[in-house]
């Protein structure tokens, strides 16, 4: 964080909490309830105003927020973690949540990033189906066995 210094930052698979003090002096941090390596992290940099959204449907996996980057113009960015366990509910209830954003903010930017455990042609549809592009991290995320693969994505409508 120092050495890049975002300005906005995700973290999922986080034991960060609700009552995560600021991380550093030029970050306002807001997380997710969760159980261990299950929490999701935004970090934003505390000269933009951020507000919490949907935060009464947060679960530990999901979380939202509204970051202005003028007085008048803002990005919704949404943090996720997709369990492989029970991954299908999760999308599910990331799918419900972007249509709620879109539908309460139809001209703001959406960005949605996160763990999505998926691979990247499902993730193309996923995206596709909500209006949003899906980019994903070259050469990817995991190594395993010698080749990369990817299941961290950046959705977006920018």
């Known amino acids: 964080m120092e050495k890049h210094s975002p300005d906005i930052a995700v973290f999922t698979e ?3 909490n609700n009552k995560l003090p600021r991380l550093h002096e030029a970050y306002t941090a807001l997380s997710t309830p969760h159980a261990p390596y299950q929490g999701v992290a ?3 940099k505390s000269k933009f105003r951020t507000i919490p959204l949907d935060a009464n449907n947060w679960s530990p996996f999901l979380m939202c927020c509204k970051v202005y980057t003028t ?3 803002f990005l919704i960015i949404i943090g996720a973690y997709l369990q492989p366990q029970s991954h299908a509910l999760r999308l599910s209830e990331l799918k419900s949540l972007i249509r709620r954003t879109q539908t309460s903010f139809p001209t703001a930017g959406v960005v949605v990033i996160g763990d999505l455990n998926m691979p990247i042609d499902n993730a193309t549809v996923e995206a596709t189906s909500l209006g949003l592009k899906c980019f994903t991290f070259a050469p990817g995320t995991r190594l395993q066995n010698d080749t990369w693969s990817t299941l961290d994505y950046f959705w977006s409508t920018l």
């Open 14 to 16: 986080t034991w960060a």
């Open 42 to 44: 935004i970090l934003v």
């Open 71 to 73: 007085s008048k113009h």
